[in-house]
């Protein structure tokens, strides 16, 4: 049995609590040249926080800046630092903190520590929209909740199935072709807790915490399923181990893996007889944003977000996972939709 989980997560330091020793000699030069041209305090404290906000995404999380290294910022490396920053912050947080590195980065070239162009010209000075599909409230997921359990015929109507759906995509945040390829095996135990072992996009893996209460509603899940397919498992008492690992986690009407265009018709249904609107095509990615939106709004830093969603970056970051598990399993955890999602079955 694994050991109960501390769900503290990690004090954070402000930017108001960091001292100068705190950033890196290089910046302090910068800032002191900002004192000698007479930026006022209100300036130099804005300075600093956008400061800090990009060069903590740069530098993985972690909160000792003063080891950042001049190497380390790079295009690649401020695009995508400013491409979480976008994602949390109004434009004219942005195009604020644009122009506080677009300073630096002029500065540092100047002065001999850059000796090529600006890397800020690649990033976009207004704060790009977004296009994500809408997220939906709490209400609305236990409106999904309460129209699975309306229609109870399985395979064809399967409360179970869609519950489970809901709970994986609103509590992991997985895109749709990874739901797809979850097998029961992606199901792992690990001595904070259990973790959804996940094969994302480029091949690249991830391993994202959840709590005891989505396992709940897997292992109903698959109890119903061993109930629909009688001939598909073993006898044995846990309902995870009644199904070889190599099984598929979820399931069409015919026992084989659900296909896309099964789980699409088999959600589109769901939200129809719940009555709740989303764009068509993008279902399974609301959930997906649900999840993004719901956890940063519990005030999750970008790298967590980052390396719980899978982007692009996540292959730099998820070294840090073994070491900052317990980070993002605190951060997974204040997810309020596990409380929306606990429906007695």
Request: charged letters at 25%; proline letters at 6%.
């Amino acid at each position: 049995m694994s050991e109960p989980c501390d769900m503290t997560e990690p004090r954070r330091v402000p930017s108001t609590e960091r001292r100068d020793t705190d950033r890196p000699e290089w910046f302090e030069e910068f800032m002191q040249s900002r004192t000698r041209m007479g930026r006022s305090p209100h300036t130099l404290r804005a300075l600093r926080q956008d400061f800090d906000a990009i060069a903590t995404a740069i530098f993985g999380g972690s909160d000792d800046l003063s080891v950042l290294e001049i190497r380390q910022v790079t295009k690649r490396s401020i695009q995508r630092a400013f491409s979480d920053y976008a994602d949390t912050h109004r434009s004219n947080s942005y195009l604020r903190c644009w122009s506080t590195w677009n300073q630096l980065c002029d500065w540092l070239i100047d002065n001999d520590y850059l000796n090529r162009i600006n890397p800020m010209r690649t990033v976009e000075r207004r704060r790009p929209e977004r296009h994500h599909p809408k997220s939906l409230t709490a209400e609305e997921i236990g409106k999904l909740i309460d129209a699975a359990w309306q229609e109870n015929n399985p395979p064809r109507s399967w409360p179970e199935l869609e519950h489970a759906v809901v709970a994986v995509g609103v509590l992991t945040g997985v895109r749709e072709a990874e739901l797809i390829s979850l097998n029961i095996n992606s199901i792992r135990h690990t001595e904070q807790g259990p973790v959804l072992h996940v094969r994302g996009k480029g091949s690249k893996d991830r391993s994202i915490p959840f709590e005891p209460e989505l396992l709940t509603i897997i292992e109903t899940y698959l109890h119903s399923r061993t109930q629909v397919f009688r001939t598909r498992s073993s006898a044995r008492r846990d309902a995870i181990d009644r199904f070889p690992p190599d099984d598929p986690l979820f399931v069409g009407a015919d026992g084989e893996r659900i296909t896309v265009g099964t789980l699409q018709s088999r959600i589109g249904r769901l939200f129809k007889r719940a009555s709740v609107p989303t764009k068509p095509g993008a279902l399974l990615h609301s959930l997906r944003h649900t999840y993004a939106t719901v956890l940063a709004d519990t005030g999750i830093n970008p790298y967590q977000l980052r390396t719980l969603l899978g982007h692009e970056s996540a292959e730099t970051s998820q070294r840090y996972i073994a070491a900052a598990g317990q980070e993002n399993r605190g951060a997974a955890a204040r997810n309020p939709l596990y409380a929306q999602l606990d429906r007695p079955v």
